[in-house]
C-alpha cells in the first residue's frame, strides 16, 4: 500500500488533494445564497454578452447587398450607428421588434447593452487584475525587506487612500483620453497602489514569520524566490478575494465617467444612460415615460456590480477560516 503511494505521481497527488478541498469550499459556498446568486448573475451576463452576435436578425435591421460579382454580401446591425428607419418617431417604446425599444438617435438598446457587455467583463477583469499583481508584488515585498522599501510604499498608499480616485480620474480626463484600455489600467494601478498594499501586506506579514522561510533562507534561497515561491502562492487566496471587490468598483467608475462625459468609450452601458440625460429624458416627467432610456443599463449596472460584490463576500469565508461557522 505505501509502495503504491510511493509510486504514484506527485501531480495526481496534487489534483487529489485539490479536489478535496474544492469540494470543501463549495459545500461551505453553497451555504451562501447571496454568493450563489452572485455567481449565478455573472454567468448569466457572460452568456448574454457572447450572444450578441447571435441576435435575432428580425430586431438588427439586416441588409443583404449584392455586389458587382453576383455575391451577397452580410451587413449586421451596428448598436452604435444603426437606425431603425422603419420607425417614423424615436425613442420609441419596447415591441417586438426592439425588445427594449430605441434611444432618441433610433438605435436598438438591447444591442447596445448586448454589445456593451463584453467589454464592461474586460474592463472590470482588467482593472482587477492589475490592482491585484501591484498590490500583491507590493505587498508582500514589503512584508518580507521591511526597512525603507516598506516606509515608502507605505506612504505612497497613504497617498492613495488621501485622494478620491474618482475625482482624481475626472481631473486626468481632461489631459489624458481614457479609453477602455488606459481607463483599465488606471483605475488598477490606483487601486494597486492603494488599501489593498496595506490588507496584503499585513498577510505576508503572517507567512514571513513561518518555518518554511526560515527553512527556505538557511538552504541559500534568493529572496525573490522566497517571495515569489512562499510567500505570495500564501496569500494569493485573499488577493483573488479582493480581485472580485475591484471589479465592482471598476465598473462602477467606468458608468460614472461615461454619464459625464468624461470617457472617450464608443459604448457602454454608462453611455447608454448618458445619452438619455443629454438628449433631456431624465428630467421631470421624461424620467418615467421614456424609463426603457435608462432602467435596462442601470439595472445591469447594478446587477452586475452587485454580483462581483456578493461573490468576493461568499469566497471570503473560504478564504479566511476565522469567518467559518463550522
Given at each position: 500500500m505505501i509502495e503504491a503511494a510511493i509510486k504514484e505521481p506527485i501531480w495526481k497527488i496534487r489534483l487529489k488533494l485539490w479536489l478535496r478541498s474544492f469540494r470543501t469550499g463549495w459545500e461551505l459556498f453553497r451555504e451562501r445564497r447571496l454568493a450563489v446568486f452572485g455567481l449565478g448573475v455573472i454567468i448569466f451576463?457572460?452568456?448574454?454578452?457572447?450572444?450578441?452576435?447571435?441576435?435575432?436578425?428580425?430586431?438588427?435591421?439586416i441588409f443583404w447587398k449584392d455586389d458587382p460579382f453576383g455575391y451577397s454580401t452580410f451587413v449586421p446591425y451596428d448598436p452604435i450607428i444603426g437606425?431603425?428607419?422603419?420607425?417614423?418617431?424615436?425613442?420609441?417604446?419596447?415591441?417586438?421588434?426592439?425588445?427594449l425599444g430605441t434611444d432618441p438617435l433610433g438605435r436598438d438598446i438591447l444591442s447596445m447593452i448586448m454589445y456593451s457587455t463584453p467589454r464592461?467583463?474586460?474592463?472590470?477583469?482588467?482593472?482587477?487584475?492589475?490592482?491585484?499583481?501591484?498590490?500583491?508584488?507590493?505587498?508582500?515585498?514589503?512584508?518580507?525587506?521591511?526597512?525603507?522599501?516598506?516606509?515608502?510604499?507605505?506612504?505612497?498608499?497613504?497617498?492613495?487612500m488621501l485622494f478620491p480616485s474618482l475625482a482624481l480620474l475626472m481631473v486626468l480626463s481632461a489631459f489624458i483620453d481614457l479609453t477602455l484600455f488606459r481607463l483599465a489600467v488606471i483605475i488598477g494601478m490606483l487601486s494597486g497602489f492603494g488599501s489593498i498594499t496595506l490588507v496584503l501586506k499585513a498577510q505576508a506579514l503572517t507567512v514571513k514569520v513561518r518555518p518554511f522561510i526560515e527553512a527556505?533562507?538557511?538552504t541559500g534561497a534568493s529572496d525573490a524566490y522566497i517571495i515569489f515561491?512562499?510567500?505570495?502562492?500564501?496569500?494569493?487566496?485573499?488577493?483573488?478575494?479582493?480581485?472580485?471587490?475591484?471589479?465592482?468598483?471598476?465598473i462602477f467608475t467606468e458608468a460614472t465617467l461615461s454619464f459625464l462625459g468624461l470617457a472617450n468609450i464608443r459604448?457602454?452601458?454608462?453611455?447608454?444612460?448618458?445619452?438619455?440625460?443629454?438628449?433631456?429624458?431624465?428630467?421631470?416627467?421624461?424620467?418615467?415615460?421614456?424609463?426603457?432610456?435608462?432602467?435596462?443599463?442601470?439595472?445591469?449596472?447594478?446587477?452586475?456590480?452587485?454580483?462581483?460584490?456578493?461573490?468576493?463576500?461568499g469566497l471570503e469565508e473560504i478564504v479566511n477560516p476565522r469567518l467559518r461557522k463550522r
Open positions: 451576463f457572460a452568456v448574454f454578452g457572447l450572444l450578441y452576435p447571435l441576435y435575432p436578425t428580425v430586431m438588427k435591421n437606425f431603425d428607419p422603419d420607425i417614423m418617431s424615436h425613442p420609441s417604446p419596447p415591441s417586438l421588434r426592439h425588445p464592461e467583463f474586460v474592463l472590470g477583469i482588467t482593472a482587477a487584475l492589475i490592482t491585484v499583481v501591484i498590490g500583491t508584488i507590493i505587498g508582500a515585498s514589503c512584508a518580507y525587506y521591511g526597512g525603507v522599501i516598506d516606509t515608502f510604499f507605505m506612504r505612497l498608499a497613504d497617498i492613495v527556505a533562507k538557511s515561491k512562499h510567500i505570495i502562492p500564501n496569500i494569493l487566496p485573499l488577493s483573488f478575494l479582493y480581485m472580485m471587490l475591484n471589479v465592482t468598483g471598476a459604448m457602454s452601458w454608462g453611455v447608454v444612460i448618458q445619452m438619455a440625460e443629454s438628449s433631456g429624458y431624465l428630467m421631470g416627467a421624461s424620467i418615467g415615460t421614456y424609463w426603457w432610456l435608462w432602467l435596462p443599463a442601470g439595472a445591469c449596472i447594478t446587477l452586475l456590480c452587485s454580483a462581483f460584490y456578493f461573490l468576493g463576500r
